[in-house]
């Protein structure tokens, strides 16, 4: 019998092409959706899911008791040595840091310079909890003498070549020799730590003088057991902090968290050194819309079916009076729809091969086909095929098999109204969804533009920064500043720590006479920095261009947001003392208004330049006229080269880096549109089979109204009204649905547009204007045939 | 066989009740060729269906041999009306994904007949019917009295004691209309019951009783044999 049903379900299928076409097409498209969004969920994942402590390795997070209620993934790098010693449960505890708080390196060899973006400064125990596998010479171990280095194997071969690694020398930032001693694995896509060049944590000044001060370092510890109590060694880093820190100089607290959980629960931790850092919020996102992709393709199958329930019910009616039971339909409804989703799903694997490319392309990923052939993927197909047969085939199977075989010697038209009415609401339900994803993608677009265009309170265009930070010879950089201001396209140059956009140094600022305090960015810099970044000056002067250095005065130049917190004028504010970790000798020489120094989604913070010798000016910050051109880029470089040899020109441009902090909104943008896309194509094809099947149906009626004298615009008029009555009647659903959701994404950024009503308006046309273009040609088509042809086959 | 008595079955939509069948009775004897006319909309097909056990009567009694099956659930008529009714349709009611044979074998499949007596019994009937040839041939390549060759082939292969007949000739040319009818009557001849429903006189006249109706009851009855 089954045979039999499988028989009839593929003859079926080859009889009625286009609406089987459209069917297979449809959940195909759905399937093939779904499938690309789990493979991607699947490795988001298994991150970090391969080290064999994986359930005994945590990360200590550092939370501000400040208003902003900041987490942190660094922390002071005297945490390591004290939980280790302190604390029974935790066996080992390590420190990484990136080359010199985040910044690229310059790596000198035999072949010539390299810019590296992954040398970690890194204690030895690091290699032991996370079982680094070492391929050539030796290991971890190394890291606890000075001077030595280890390499991932691409990083060996790209500076080394053929040659062995083992026992070169390189040299970092043109300030250290190390020699190589080994050569560990390349850390694998998944996982969050990511080295290329490991040199020693104990090399380090913080190392050697751990303070509680400094919270810079990201540190790593290492539990005995499998199922560490949390919330015990919580509290006991809380005593052994109490025990260390004034109160009143505790201006954190710290937490745990699991390995497991940094790729996907970090997204609101800032200052890490890990930069391959997931979103349990997208990938929830994702899940929803790859679940609303599949359901608007399940309808359009039970649509269809059940569309064409006429010829269906003769069907149920000769089998059930040749004696088949309610049962025997209800299997072979099943069957079919089996069969059905198994086509689709097999040509879903095959679209898969071709979409994925152009995913991770999207979505910067690089999921390899191959995670396709896996025995998890193999029983998420599985139950794919199972919920989606399940889901589409139910309708038509418990209704279809209901008919009654009375039906077949008399046909009757009566329960068409309550399918009609069923599938005139799933038909709603689709282009609801659809339309929420465009209106969506709209304001998503809308808000990146506003993020672009927004006045930042300084010009982020036209400014390129370079990295300086392997020149350490200050006659050098003074040099290499000259040599740019003399380029003809140059109008302001300067050095700094860091510029906005980046992190630079958190300090924090306190209100005299009183216990609050203040986070705040510090940025050490030279006295062009308002030329270079043309901020607005309120009140006194910037820094100033000519420092002795046996001066120990440190000129501050703060925010507008840092006189408010103190609460005085920009003018009363100028030669006040301020208390932020810059000495004693700190005063405000200069208020600039408030300016964007970090994405949109935060709040203006207090921010502040200053020329005390604390921290290394890491950039060279250009300002330049015109477009940038190719040829501008050769004479920066060659200026660039004649001073610094040897090392790598490294740049970047401010507004560029900017459109880097929006990467995730810039993502869920082109995803979302991607979905939309797709949503609208799949619930189209629905559409587009409806409308030949109503056309069809009302064939008798289209022919006896052109008889009578309908033009062919009414006739068309006609078949497309309903549809379009159905898209308003989405319309009207689908916009409270969609400002609310837009309302909560935007509620993500301190600054955000308002969502205007022409989104809406423009949705709507856009809704309508697609329906009435997918209706149209079956329309036109019914309108133009010749009426004598529909009456005669009545 | 059948006797039925005092039949009503009524029709209502929100406003009107219609009466399809009004205190019909008769009786049809084992081995009888009977015909019903009547003009349309006089309960013929309301008749059949209640006859074929497709639908239960409103009112009177209905006795299948001797059995009284008014009142039967859905799935008791379907039992009874599996090993004893076999249907033959003025549209034929093939189904087109299926081949001749197919078609034929299906209410085998449905009585649970074993493959391998299912291919016997099939080839024999289709034999019977002189469509052999045309086993492999799908609905829609063959004409219209072929057609009705097949369904009346499928409407014996289970060896029903009744075949109901709605307008078997409706769709045909009379070439090919008497061809059905003698199909039927040889049927009739080696054993099978036949309650035929028809507006042609000339078939009605191949049958042994002709019971006319009008308004769902019956007007006159004529014994031909």
């Given at each position: 019998m089954f045979k039999n049903y499988l028989k009839i379900a593929w003859r079926s299928l080859k009889t009625n092409r286009l609406f089987s076409i459209i069917n297979i097409l449809g959940l195909s498209v759905g399937l093939t959706t779904a499938l690309v969004l789990f493979l991607f969920i699947m490795q988001e994942h298994s991150y970090?899911?391969?080290?064999?402590?994986k359930n005994k390795i945590y990360r200590v997070l550092l939370n501000t008791t400040?208003?902003?209620k900041e987490t942190w993934a660094n922390s002071p790098s005297i945490i390591a040595p004290e939980l280790k010693s302190k604390i029974?449960?935790?066996s080992k505890a390590g420190r990484i840091l990136k080359n010199n708080f985040g910044e690229t390196a310059f790596v000198r060899v035999k072949k010539g310079v390299f810019a590296e973006e992954k040398l970690f400064w890194c204690d030895a125990s690091i290699f032991e909890m996370f079982d680094i596998e070492i391929v050539k010479g030796t290991g971890?171990?190394?890291?606890?003498?000075?001077n030595t280095v280890l390499l991932s194997e691409s990083a060996a071969s790209l500076y080394f070549?053929?040659?062995?690694?083992?026992?070169q020398t390189l040299i970092v930032d043109n300030r250290n020799r190390f020699e190589v001693k080994g050569v560990f694995k390349d850390f694998p896509e998944n996982s969050s730590l990511d080295f290329n060049v490991v040199t020693p944590f104990m090399m380090q000044n913080a190392a050697k003088n751990?303070?509680?001060?400094?919270?810079?370092f990201e540190t790593f510890v290492l539990f005995n057991?499998?199922?560490?109590n949390v919330a015990n060694v919580e509290s006991l880093i809380q005593n052994i902090v109490d025990a260390n820190v004034k109160k009143e100089d505790q201006w954190y607290n710290f937490s745990l968290q699991a390995l497991e959980d940094i790729h996907l629960y970090?997204?609101?931790?800032?200052?890490?050194?890990?930069?391959?850092i997931g979103d349990v919020k997208q990938i929830q996102n994702l899940s929803a819309l790859a679940i609303l992709i599949l359901i608007i393709a399940c309808i359009n199958y039970t649509n269809l079916i059940t569309a064409r329930s006429q010829k269906r019910a003769m069907d149920v009616g000769v089998n059930k009076t040749l004696g088949a039971s309610k049962g025997n339909l209800i299997k072979r409804f099943y069957i079919e729809t089996g069969l059905i989703t198994a086509i689709a799903m097999l040509l879903g694997v095959v679209l898969v091969t071709v979409v994925l490319p152009i995913f991770n392309n999207i979505a910067q990923k690089n999921i390899?086909?191959?995670?396709?052939?896996t025995f998890e993927i193999l029983g998420f197909l599985m139950l794919i095929w199972f919920v989606t047969t399940l889901i589409s085939g139910s309708y038509p199977a418990l209704y279809l098999s209901?008919?009654?075989?009375k039906e077949v010697l008399k046909p009757t038209r009566g329960k068409a109204g309550v399918t009609s009415y069923i599938r005139k609401g799933l038909v709603v339900v689709q282009f609801s969804a659809s339309i929420v994803l465009i209106i969506s993608v709209m304001i998503i677009h809308q808000q990146l533009k506003f993020i672009k265009n927004?006045?930042?309170?300084?010009?982020?265009?036209n400014i390129i920064a370079i990295s300086?930070?392997?020149?350490?010879d200050g006659e050098a950089n003074k040099a290499l500043v000259n040599a740019f201001e003399r380029l003809?396209?140059?109008?302001a140059v300067t050095r700094s720590q860091g510029y906005p956009g980046i992190g630079v140094s958190g300090r924090t600022i306190g209100k005299p006479n009183s216990n609050e305090s203040l986070n705040i960015q510090t940025n050490r810099a030279e006295y062009n920095i308002g030329n270079v970044l043309q901020f607005n000056l309120l009140a006194g002067k910037l820094l100033p261009k000519i420092k002795h250095p046996k001066d120990t005065l440190v000129e501050v130049v703060v925010n507008k947001k840092v006189v408010d917190f103190l609460e005085l004028t920009p003018e009363e504010a100028i030669g006040k003392r301020v208390d932020?970790?810059?000495?004693?000798n700190a005063f405000i020489t200069g208020v600039v208004d408030n300016f964007n120094?970090?994405?949109?989604?935060?709040?203006i913070g207090a921010y502040a330049f200053h020329n005390r010798?604390?921290?290394?000016?890491?950039f060279l910050l250009v300002r330049f006229q015109n477009e940038i051109l190719s040829e501008t880029i050769s004479n920066f470089e060659a200026a660039f080269k004649s001073v610094a040899t040897n090392s790598a020109f490294e740049y970047t441009f401010l507004d560029k880096n900017i459109e880097r902090l929006y990467k995730k909104e810039q993502l869920t943008a082109n995803v979302g549109l991607l979905f939309s896309i797709i949503a609208i194509f799949v619930a189209c094809l629905g559409l587009f089979a409806l409308a030949a099947f109503m056309a069809e149906q009302r064939n008798k009626e289209i022919g006896i109204r052109k008889v009578f004298g309908a033009s062919v615009m009414r006739i068309i008029s006609l078949l497309s009204v309903d549809f379009i009555k159905l898209i308003l009647m989405s319309l009207v659903i689908s916009f409270p649905l969609a400002l609310y959701f837009m309302n909560n994404w935007l509620q993500d950024f301190a600054y955000r547009i308002s969502i205007s009503w022409s989104v809406f308006l423009i949705a709507g046309v856009l809704a309508i204007c697609i329906t009435f273009l997918t209706v149209a040609y079956q329309a036109i088509k019914a309108a133009i045939s010749n009426p004598i042809k529909s009456l005669r086959t009545e | 066989m059948i006797q039925i008595k005092e039949l009503e079955k009524y029709y209502k939509t929100e406003e009107v009740q219609t009466i399809a069948l009004n205190k019909l009775s008769f009786e049809v004897k084992e081995g009888e060729f009977v015909a019903i006319m009547g003009p349309s909309g006089c309960g013929k097909s309301t008749l059949l269906n209640i006859l074929g056990l497709l639908d239960d009567p409103d009112g009177g009694s209905f006795k299948f041999n001797g059995e009284?099956?008014?009142?039967?659930?859905e799935r008791k008529r379907a039992q009874l009306r599996k090993h004893n009714v076999g249907f033959v349709f003025q549209s034929f009611?093939?189904?087109?994904?299926?081949t001749v044979f197919e078609n034929v074998e299906l209410p085998l499949i449905y009585t649970g007949v074993k493959p391998a007596e299912r291919k016997k019994r099939v080839e024999e009937v289709l034999e019977k019917m002189q469509i052999m040839h045309r086993r492999?041939?799908?609905?829609?390549?063959?004409s219209g009295g072929q057609q009705q060759r097949v369904a009346v082939a499928r409407a014996v292969v289970n060896n029903p004691k009744l075949i109901l007949a709605d307008?078997?000739?409706?769709?045909?040319?009379s070439v090919n209309g008497n061809e059905v009818m003698d199909l039927l009557i040889d049927l009739n001849e080696a054993g099978t019951t036949i309650i035929m429903v028809t507006h042609s006189e000339h078939d009605a006249k191949y049958s042994h009783r002709i019971i006319r109706m009008l308004d769902g009851q019956k007007v006159t009855e004529n014994i031909l044999v």
């Amino acid at each position: 019998m089954f045979k039999n049903y499988l028989k009839i379900a593929w003859r079926s299928l080859k009889t009625n092409r286009l609406f089987s076409i459209i069917n297979i097409l449809g959940l195909s498209v759905g399937l093939t959706t779904a499938l690309v969004l789990f493979l991607f969920i699947m490795q988001e994942h298994s991150y970090d899911k391969m080290y064999a402590n994986k359930n005994k390795i945590y990360r200590v997070l550092l939370n501000t008791t400040d208003e902003d209620k900041e987490t942190w993934a660094n922390s002071p790098s005297i945490i390591a040595p004290e939980l280790k010693s302190k604390i029974p449960e935790i066996s080992k505890a390590g420190r990484i840091l990136k080359n010199n708080f985040g910044e690229t390196a310059f790596v000198r060899v035999k072949k010539g310079v390299f810019a590296e973006e992954k040398l970690f400064w890194c204690d030895a125990s690091i290699f032991e909890m996370f079982d680094i596998e070492i391929v050539k010479g030796t290991g971890g171990e190394n890291l606890n003498n000075p001077n030595t280095v280890l390499l991932s194997e691409s990083a060996a071969s790209l500076y080394f070549g053929n040659e062995n690694p083992i026992g070169q020398t390189l040299i970092v930032d043109n300030r250290n020799r190390f020699e190589v001693k080994g050569v560990f694995k390349d850390f694998p896509e998944n996982s969050s730590l990511d080295f290329n060049v490991v040199t020693p944590f104990m090399m380090q000044n913080a190392a050697k003088n751990p303070t509680w001060d400094n919270a810079s370092f990201e540190t790593f510890v290492l539990f005995n057991s499998n199922t560490p109590n949390v919330a015990n060694v919580e509290s006991l880093i809380q005593n052994i902090v109490d025990a260390n820190v004034k109160k009143e100089d505790q201006w954190y607290n710290f937490s745990l968290q699991a390995l497991e959980d940094i790729h996907l629960y970090s997204a609101s931790i800032s200052d890490s050194y890990l930069t391959d850092i997931g979103d349990v919020k997208q990938i929830q996102n994702l899940s929803a819309l790859a679940i609303l992709i599949l359901i608007i393709a399940c309808i359009n199958y039970t649509n269809l079916i059940t569309a064409r329930s006429q010829k269906r019910a003769m069907d149920v009616g000769v089998n059930k009076t040749l004696g088949a039971s309610k049962g025997n339909l209800i299997k072979r409804f099943y069957i079919e729809t089996g069969l059905i989703t198994a086509i689709a799903m097999l040509l879903g694997v095959v679209l898969v091969t071709v979409v994925l490319p152009i995913f991770n392309n999207i979505a910067q990923k690089n999921i390899n086909i191959s995670a396709l052939f896996t025995f998890e993927i193999l029983g998420f197909l599985m139950l794919i095929w199972f919920v989606t047969t399940l889901i589409s085939g139910s309708y038509p199977a418990l209704y279809l098999s209901k008919f009654s075989p009375k039906e077949v010697l008399k046909p009757t038209r009566g329960k068409a109204g309550v399918t009609s009415y069923i599938r005139k609401g799933l038909v709603v339900v689709q282009f609801s969804a659809s339309i929420v994803l465009i209106i969506s993608v709209m304001i998503i677009h809308q808000q990146l533009k506003f993020i672009k265009n927004k006045d930042l309170g300084y010009n982020p265009e036209n400014i390129i920064a370079i990295s300086i930070s392997g020149i350490r010879d200050g006659e050098a950089n003074k040099a290499l500043v000259n040599a740019f201001e003399r380029l003809t396209n140059v109008s302001a140059v300067t050095r700094s720590q860091g510029y906005p956009g980046i992190g630079v140094s958190g300090r924090t600022i306190g209100k005299p006479n009183s216990n609050e305090s203040l986070n705040i960015q510090t940025n050490r810099a030279e006295y062009n920095i308002g030329n270079v970044l043309q901020f607005n000056l309120l009140a006194g002067k910037l820094l100033p261009k000519i420092k002795h250095p046996k001066d120990t005065l440190v000129e501050v130049v703060v925010n507008k947001k840092v006189v408010d917190f103190l609460e005085l004028t920009p003018e009363e504010a100028i030669g006040k003392r301020v208390d932020m970790s810059l000495g004693n000798n700190a005063f405000i020489t200069g208020v600039v208004d408030n300016f964007n120094f970090e994405s949109l989604h935060s709040p203006i913070g207090a921010y502040a330049f200053h020329n005390r010798r604390s921290e290394a000016k890491s950039f060279l910050l250009v300002r330049f006229q015109n477009e940038i051109l190719s040829e501008t880029i050769s004479n920066f470089e060659a200026a660039f080269k004649s001073v610094a040899t040897n090392s790598a020109f490294e740049y970047t441009f401010l507004d560029k880096n900017i459109e880097r902090l929006y990467k995730k909104e810039q993502l869920t943008a082109n995803v979302g549109l991607l979905f939309s896309i797709i949503a609208i194509f799949v619930a189209c094809l629905g559409l587009f089979a409806l409308a030949a099947f109503m056309a069809e149906q009302r064939n008798k009626e289209i022919g006896i109204r052109k008889v009578f004298g309908a033009s062919v615009m009414r006739i068309i008029s006609l078949l497309s009204v309903d549809f379009i009555k159905l898209i308003l009647m989405s319309l009207v659903i689908s916009f409270p649905l969609a400002l609310y959701f837009m309302n909560n994404w935007l509620q993500d950024f301190a600054y955000r547009i308002s969502i205007s009503w022409s989104v809406f308006l423009i949705a709507g046309v856009l809704a309508i204007c697609i329906t009435f273009l997918t209706v149209a040609y079956q329309a036109i088509k019914a309108a133009i045939s010749n009426p004598i042809k529909s009456l005669r086959t009545e | 066989m059948i006797q039925i008595k005092e039949l009503e079955k009524y029709y209502k939509t929100e406003e009107v009740q219609t009466i399809a069948l009004n205190k019909l009775s008769f009786e049809v004897k084992e081995g009888e060729f009977v015909a019903i006319m009547g003009p349309s909309g006089c309960g013929k097909s309301t008749l059949l269906n209640i006859l074929g056990l497709l639908d239960d009567p409103d009112g009177g009694s209905f006795k299948f041999n001797g059995e009284e099956v008014a009142g039967y659930n859905e799935r008791k008529r379907a039992q009874l009306r599996k090993h004893n009714v076999g249907f033959v349709f003025q549209s034929f009611n093939l189904i087109d994904e299926l081949t001749v044979f197919e078609n034929v074998e299906l209410p085998l499949i449905y009585t649970g007949v074993k493959p391998a007596e299912r291919k016997k019994r099939v080839e024999e009937v289709l034999e019977k019917m002189q469509i052999m040839h045309r086993r492999n041939h799908f609905p829609q390549q063959l004409s219209g009295g072929q057609q009705q060759r097949v369904a009346v082939a499928r409407a014996v292969v289970n060896n029903p004691k009744l075949i109901l007949a709605d307008e078997p000739t409706g769709n045909l040319d009379s070439v090919n209309g008497n061809e059905v009818m003698d199909l039927l009557i040889d049927l009739n001849e080696a054993g099978t019951t036949i309650i035929m429903v028809t507006h042609s006189e000339h078939d009605a006249k191949y049958s042994h009783r002709i019971i006319r109706m009008l308004d769902g009851q019956k007007v006159t009855e004529n014994i031909l044999v």
